[in-house]
């Protein structure tokens, strides 16, 4: 177990990309059951508000910083977090792991259209991959036979692309009727997986600044931006 770094009450895993895709590789082939949370500024934020969402955060196995605000806040409080870990990042390690291993997947979210292209992406990529099955986003998220299909899919990885806090929520709710498997939120990683929308260039993702990148290519994402500085003011204080 990782040495934890608390930020505004939610417990970030300190360690590496390298460390994390390789003990979760052993715990997939030990049938252990994971629940990973890539957290960024604006979740934990969220989790300010809304209690039960952040009990459901604290009851995840792993939390990941997804997000260079998640770095800076850690810097701030004097207990820095090694790096910044991408939730699409480690998705697409954890395919690469599946696609070794032979390993099943089940692809949960985003518009069927959206989900059709990213599986077709993924055989492609990933020839040796098992895709377990795959269901759209559009659904009510306490329909048991959602539930029905994943598990009788047998998965070792469960990606959820619902958006937060739906996508955790879904998981909490759901996960202990599983007996193994990675189940990881994933956000809007299947439009980047279909090639609907486009990651930054990879000097953008260096330098940290992926958010910028982003936000000149969807101006609208302005008011999720805002949730950053507010954030930060939110660690000053907590130093108090």
């Known amino acids: 177990m990782s040495k934890k770094v608390d930020v505004l ?69 004097k207990n820095p977090l090694p790096e910044r870990i991408p939730g699409f990042d480690l998705m697409k390690d954890l395919l690469n792991i599946a696609n070794e291993e032979h ?13 059709n292209k990213a599986i077709a992406n993924v055989k492609h990529e990933y020839p040796d991959i098992q895709i377990a099955g795959c269901h759209h986003g559009f659904f009510n998220e306490n329909d048991p036979e959602i539930v029905d299909m994943v598990k009788g899919s047998n998965p070792d990885m469960v990606f959820v692309a619902l958006g937060f ?46 958010w910028l990148y982003r936000l000149i290519k969807q101006p609208q994402r302005w008011k999720r931006m805002a949730f950053l500085p507010l954030f930060i003011l939110k660690v000053l204080r907590s130093r108090r």
């Not at 952040?54 to 701030?76: N, R």
């Not at 692809?107 to 959206?114: I, Q, S, T």
């Open 9 to 77: 009450g939610i417990k970030f895993d300190h360690t590496t990309k390298t460390e994390t895709v390789n003990t979760l590789k052993s715990l997939i082939k030990e049938n252990k059951k994971t629940f990973i949370v890539t957290a960024n500024p604006e979740i934990v934020m969220h989790a300010q508000r809304d209690p039960q969402y952040k009990k459901i955060l604290q009851s995840a196995d792993y939390i990941m910083p997804d997000g260079i605000g998640i770095v800076m806040g850690a810097k701030l409080l």
């Open 103 to 115: 390993f099943r997947v089940f692809f949960l979210g985003a518009r069927e259209d959206v989900l």
């Open 165 to 210: 806090p739906r996508q955790e929520r879904w998981i909490s709710q759901n996960s202990h009727l599983f007996d193994k498997g990675i189940f990881m939120g994933v956000g809007g990683s299947f439009d980047v997986l279909s090639g609907t929308v486009k990651r930054a260039p990879g000097l953008w993702r260096k330098l940290n600044v992926e």
